[in-house]
């Protein structure tokens, strides 16, 4: 992890007033408070600010320019010493994205993370926030501590002043929050503030906590105006404080949004695919079209590159290709004593809407038992917001009696009737639980079903444990498409078989699918892009978008500060033979292309490469031509000059074969799995080769064969300049049409709407 402190900062050149702090030092007890309002000067004082990237990020603020932390590599460290001080007031501006990681155990084991904390043991203090939004004061005294708990969870995407001061005086704790008083603690009798001879954090726990090789309890959100004074503050004062900050023209979209900074210098992050604006992701989820809009919800970690407590992260467009993120739909609760249904996770499910009503079904997960307390269950959130951005949680609504297990319900009407599957796992294979009702509602009774398929599931199961994301969807009037994702038992990521989407066409009669086959197809031709979520485009097409996984290491997710991202779009039909589910791209991505870059008619293909670009690192290339049929094309995408780096598609038109070579994609040895994977292109399915498509965006290859067969994946080049496209066979034969076009501009927004939230 690369430390970055501000004298970093005193030697940029275009950098303007930033965090505006006031510190109490040891060197300024005469004088009561230390001012440095920006970065030159705090620089000299002795504030540190760390972070993993290659500088702190700067985002407006309250007053000039705020801190932003990132959740787990950041924090604010200043050598202050409180020895001998009985009074003093803390205050800032803070503004959280989302409520501090942790591990997911039960509510007596968490270890909150801290807004500021200057403690160690059972000295000192911490404005403590846990990961369900319990937060308070803790601050310790010669007679024991003083504990002042908030009775409402702490208010996420908004700018909050929070000051709590210590009275000598009176001997009086007290905690505010914007121009409220929430508590007010006497003293323990006689007794005295002991401070902790520690540095002063922000944005750090005094307990850390770790999974794997992250830290996942530091704080997400942005910091203004930090102030340590010897002086004691009111009410009053604390209220004029609050007020004097107009946050009807100063609110915390822009400080949430993460900076184009961040990622300034990563080559490997895509530009153009849909994604979260930093730290983890996973199954996109619930896509949705209302108000002509496109919602898409997705599994999400907001507060680093790992896997914990999963949120329903919330993203929004108007085509399929500018995205907007909204804050996070749904998050972990605590209901009651300790226990919320939902407190280990917001697993995937889907959102329908009906009329002005939209429904939120996901998994929930909990701590306690499988049947009397739904863990897991399907749960339901209602929301009437015409953005989708308030919901109102209904709580769970089935459990997994049926089944052995399951997550992932997937909704759809059909003759009056609500039709829900479920991914489910029975004693030795993987299937789907089903249920039907009347209409939608919190009071709905659902009632199970147990036809579903016209073939028993062990048959139709690939030696899976479970079955994860089904989707249900009728392609003709009388042809549908069951997609699946099996996991566990034989199936393993860079296994054999491995995790992927698969999928049974047939036809649905008398409320039973009757697929056309036993054994599944396979939705990719190569591995790395699996659980689309999908919605019907205004033509009346399925649009689907998965997602397209890591396949590096821990420590590099970590380094890079995110993981996972979604596929472009893609276009579901039939194929002409009625047994196939065709994958198109999306046509919403022609908005994409920019400049034709590269355009050759009757092109002469041969074992000496044609270089067809350089230095672009987004583009689509388009290959034409009736002789792919009968020849091996080689394409070498993010390929450096020196030919060190490539990563290497080969389509063998006569066989069909397909092979992804990664064996030299990197320098940086940061990959996993296996290097050469392969594939099988069907002629039967999809006729014979005519057209490929290459779709570049920073790590994410998407590749379209006869906009019919398709797969995505990633390579991670470690050379920035690898970055060049070649073309070439093992024969010679003419091609009609080679064309590259490069992508616009960037039209990816990094911003959080929906700032009442």
């Not at 929301?383 to 769970?396: A, C, F, H, R, T």
């Not at 992932?408 to 796992?425: C, F, K, R, T, V």
């Not at 067969?709 to 070439?728: I, M, N």
């Amino acid at each position: 992890m690369m430390t970055t402190t501000l004298r970093f900062f005193a030697n940029l050149l275009a950098l303007h007033a930033f965090l505006a702090v006031i510190f109490f030092s040891e060197r300024a007890l005469a004088n009561s408070v230390l001012l440095t309002e920006n970065f030159d000067n705090l620089a000299k004082s002795n504030v540190k600010l760390f972070t993993q990237f290659e500088q702190p990020d700067s985002v407006a603020g309250v007053t000039g320019r705020a801190w932003r932390t990132d959740g787990f590599s950041s924090w604010g460290e200043a050598s202050v010493s409180l020895q001998g001080v009985n009074s003093f007031t803390f205050s800032t501006w803070v503004a959280l994205e989302s409520y501090p990681s942790d591990l997911e155990v039960t509510a007596d084991k968490l270890t909150p993370s801290a807004i500021v904390n200057q403690r160690i043991g059972d000295l000192g203090f911490e404005v403590y926030l846990d990961t369900f939004g319990r937060w308070g004061l803790w601050l310790a005294t010669s007679k024991g501590p003083v504990n002042i708990k908030a009775t409402e969870p702490f208010p996420l995407y908004q700018w909050n002043h929070l000051a709590f001061s210590l009275n000598d005086k009176t001997k009086t704790v007290s905690l505010y929050l914007n121009d409220t008083l929430l508590g007010k603690a006497q003293m323990p009798s006689f007794g005295q503030f002991t401070p902790a001879n520690t540095p002063l954090l922000l944005a750090k726990s005094h307990q850390e906590v770790e999974l794997l090789n992250f830290t996942i309890n530091r704080i997400n959100g942005a910091f203004d105006n930090i102030l340590l004074t010897t002086e004691v503050f009111s009410l009053e004062k604390i209220t004029q404080m609050y007020l004097t900050a107009d946050l009807s023209v100063v609110d915390a979209e822009n400080a949430l949004s993460v900076p184009s900074s961040r990622f300034a210098l990563d080559h490997l992050r895509p530009r153009y695919h849909p994604m979260p604006p930093a730290n983890w992701t996973n199954e996109p989820h619930g896509l949705v079209r209302k108000n002509e809009l496109w919602h898409m919800f997705y599994q999400r970690t907001p507060n680093g590159p790992f896997k914990t407590q999963m949120h329903w992260g919330h993203m929004v467009s108007d085509d399929l290709v500018t995205w907007t993120d909204y804050p996070d739909a749904l998050r972990p609760e605590i209901n009651q004593a300790g226990f919320g249904y939902d407190m280990k996770g917001i697993w995937s499910g889907d959102v329908v809407v009906d009329g002005e009503q939209a429904y939120a079904f996901y998994t929930s997960v909990n701590h306690s038992d499988r049947l009397t307390s739904a863990n897991p269950g399907v749960s339901v959130a209602m929301s009437l917001d015409p953005n989708l951005i308030e919901w109102q949680k209904v709580g769970p609504i089935i459990n997994t009696q049926h089944v052995e297990d399951f997550r992932d319900p997937y909704l759809w009407q059909e003759n009056g009737n609500w039709h829900m599957l479920i991914g489910a796992a029975y004693k030795n294979y993987g299937g789907l639980d089903y249920y039907i009702a009347d209409k939608l509602g919190p009071n709905v009774k659902w009632q199970h079903q147990s036809n579903f398929s016209s073939l028993p599931y062990q048959t139709m199961d690939i030696g899976s444990i479970i079955w994860e994301m089904p989707v249900f969807e009728a392609l003709t009037e009388d042809v549908y498409v069951l997609v699946v994702n099996p996991i566990g038992g034989t199936i393993e990521k860079y296994g054999d078989p491995a995790t992927r989407g698969v999928y049974w066409t047939g036809t649905w009669k008398n409320g039973q699918f009757q697929p056309h086959y036993t054994k599944p197809k396979m939705l990719d031709v190569i591995v790395g892009h699996l659980s689309p979520t999908v919605a019907r485009g205004e033509d009346g097409a399925i649009r689907a978008i998965g997602i397209v996984d890591e396949r590096r290491t821990a420590q590099a997710q970590e380094n890079a500060g995110w993981t996972h991202t979604f596929s472009f779009p893609r276009r579901w039909f039939l194929s002409q033979n009625r047994l196939a589910l065709g994958q198109a791209p999306a046509p919403e991505l022609v908005q994409l292309r920019d400049k034709l870059q590269f355009n050759l008619q009757k092109v002469l293909i041969s074992p000496e490469p044609i270089f067809v670009s350089s230095e672009l690192k987004a583009y689509e290339l388009y290959i034409k031509g009736q002789a792919l049929s009968d020849n091996s094309l080689k394409i070498d995408v993010l390929s450096s000059s020196d030919g060190t780096e490539q990563t290497s598609i080969v389509i063998d038109g006569e066989t069909g074969k397909v092979t992804l070579d990664k064996s030299r994609s990197s320098l940086a040895g940061e990959d996993e799995g296996p290097q050469i994977l392969t594939g099988h292109y069907s002629k039967q399915d999809f006729g014979t080769i005519e057209s490929v498509r290459v779709f570049v965006d920073g790590s994410v290859v998407d590749v379209f064969i006869n906009d019919a067969a398709a797969f995505s994946v990633r390579s991670y080049p470690s050379k920035r300049d690898s970055d060049l496209v070649k073309v070439s066979s093992t024969s010679t034969f003419s091609l009609e049409n080679l064309k590259l076009w490069s992508f616009q501009p960037d039209v990816r927004k990094l911003s959080i709407t929906g700032k009442n939230k």
